[in-house]
């Protein structure tokens, strides 16, 4: 079993930033192969991707978040980060860790307003 942790959303104002943090537990063996990423969902609207880090430092980003959003990863430590900078009002979603296929945090909030 693996689980989850997200942690750093919080309120920021438009073109500030933040960092969020998705700590690993559990089997993480083989964190260092796993293919990782980050979701957001924002009221009313889907889950969408926004970023994923998988072996070889490969990297996708959702279009929306390109050149604003970094992914990485500390695989002694387990976890993924999610730098956020430029931040915009369309951002305010709830940000989820994945580890592909289908296990997930909890989420943690992020809102960008004045």
């Known amino acids: 079993q693996v689980q989850l942790v997200e942690s750093?959303?919080?309120?920021v104002q438009p073109g500030g930033s933040?960092?969020?943090?998705?700590v690993a537990s559990g089997n993480t063996f083989l964190?260092?192969?796993w293919t990782v990423g980050w979701y957001r969902?924002?009221?009313g609207k889907?889950?969408?991707l926004v970023a994923t880090s998988s072996t070889g430092n490969k990297t996708r980003y959702a279009d929306s978040v390109k050149g604003r959003f970094t992914i990485s990863r500390d695989n002694a430590?387990?976890?993924v980060y999610l730098q956020m900078n430029s931040l915009k009002p369309e951002d305010?979603?709830?940000y989820y860790c994945n580890k592909y296929?289908?296990?997930?945090g909890q989420g943690t909030q992020v809102t960008v307003s004045p």
Not at 8 to 11: E, K, Y
């Open 101 to 104: 296929p289908n296990t997930w």
């Open 31 to 33: 964190f260092s192969i």
């Open 77 to 79: 430590k387990n976890t």
């Open 18 to 22: 933040l960092r969020l943090s998705c």
């Open 8 to 11: 750093g959303g919080g309120w």
């Open 46 to 48: 889907q889950r969408e």
């Open 92 to 94: 305010t979603a709830v």
């Open 41 to 43: 969902q924002a009221p």
